[in-house]
């Protein structure tokens, strides 16, 4: 009785992400009619789970905390391949693609993500508890990349307008792959154990006992499926985008509104991931997801950016405005605090949520 469900769940997981990758292709560059909208979106939704599902095979065979890293890159690579050709392609608008994703990318995470993993975990164990070592060096680096790449520009005065000069935009693209590279050697080499969950008396957890780690051809098997969701779930999103460019207009929001859709669209396998994590009460592993995919976010998006503005004859355009430079001081602010105790209540959980609210607000109504 038990093996009928998992070998269904194998089926499943196995065909949607093929099926979302054909379905790209069909539909790539072409104007949609509404029906076809509606099967793009739920195939879209199922390769997020599917995503999710093999993510975590994945990460129950390497253990934690390379699990949650293969995630974050996985999808960060695949968005920041969106981005540049987004922005090939794009006109005047594509100028401020990068600033946008990639600021949205940092508010999701820090905030929704982070929001949303420790008032999970608090309600269900009274209180979240997590490394503060290791989040506070992943918070530290965030704040340090999306200050270097996201807030200088708007105040250098070699350009007019919030713009680097060529030798500040590649000083930018090599600080965010040189920190980007720290973290993953502390991540994964140096001080593993402190990105480890811990239990409620602060002991690290080095192994899940909840099941027997899959075979190594189930996990390549499950990395290769893995990564056919993810560009499944990108691609598809920049399909639908037009519909929803559409919905925007019509309903009179500002055009960012569209890039924060997008953007909650691509992040929402690391979403529904931490929140697993979260309601496991493996805190830790939840924030390793937000704050590594943040970093990623910024530490690939910036160098590959750079890289492109060399053929791109429009601007580039990567500093924030006043508004969003307050909230990104107070997320990094409400982080720090939150980081320190190493334990937290749903009281911080809903702090960051409401922030993470005040952004979409501000997002609709700026």
């Not at 975990?121 to 290791?134: C, I, K, M, W, Y």
């Not at 992943?138 to 270097?148: F, H, K, N, P, R």
């Not at 009460?281 to 492109?308: C, E, F, Y």
Request: glycine share 8%; aromatic share 4%.
């Amino acid at each position: 009785m038990i093996t009928r469900p998992r070998a269904l769940m194998a089926r499943w997981t196995t065909a949607v992400p093929v099926a979302a990758v054909v379905l790209l292709v069909l539909t790539w560059g072409r104007d949609l009619p509404g029906a076809v909208v509606a099967l793009v979106t739920l195939v879209l939704a199922g390769a997020v789970l599917a995503a999710v599902h093999h993510a975590e095979v994945v990460a129950h065979r390497v253990g934690e905390p390379f699990g949650s890293l293969v995630l974050a890159v996985a999808v960060t690579i695949i968005e920041v391949a969106l981005i540049v050709t987004l922005m090939v392609d794009g006109g005047d608008k594509s100028s401020t693609l990068a600033r946008d994703t990639v600021f949205a990318a940092v508010m999701i995470t820090c905030n929704g993500v982070v929001g949303l993993s420790l008032l999970a975990a608090s309600l269900r164990h009274r209180t979240a508890v997590f490394n503060p070592e290791g989040t506070g060096a992943a918070l530290a680096t965030v704040a340090t990349l999306a200050t270097l790449s996201l807030v200088l520009p708007t105040f250098t005065t070699s350009r007019p307008g919030p713009e680097f000069s060529t030798v500040q935009l590649t000083f930018a693209a090599l600080s965010s792959l040189v920190l980007y590279g720290l973290f993953i050697a502390t991540l994964t080499v140096r001080h593993r154990d402190y990105f480890l969950p811990v239990t409620r008396q602060g002991r690290a957890i080095t192994a899940e006992d909840h099941a027997d780690a899959p075979s190594s051809r189930t996990a390549l098997i499950s990395l290769g499926l893995l990564g056919l969701a993810l560009i499944g779930v990108v691609g598809l999103a920049k399909g639908v985008s037009p519909t929803i460019e559409e919905g925007v207009e019509a309903a009179g929001l500002h055009h960012a509104v569209v890039g924060v859709i997008i953007a909650l669209l691509v992040l929402l396998p690391e979403t529904i991931a931490a929140l697993r994590s979260a309601r496991r009460d493996r805190v830790q592993t939840s924030l390793n997801l937000a704050l590594g995919s943040s970093m990623a976010s910024i530490g690939l998006t910036i160098p590959a950016v750079a890289l492109a503005s060399v053929w791109l004859p429009g601007p580039l355009v990567l500093g924030l405005g006043s508004v969003h430079m307050v909230l990104l001081a107070l997320t990094v602010v409400v982080a720090l605090l939150t980081v320190v105790p190493g334990r937290a209540t749903p009281l911080q959980g809903g702090v960051h949520l409401v922030l993470f609210a005040a952004y979409l607000e501000l997002a609709i109504n700026p």
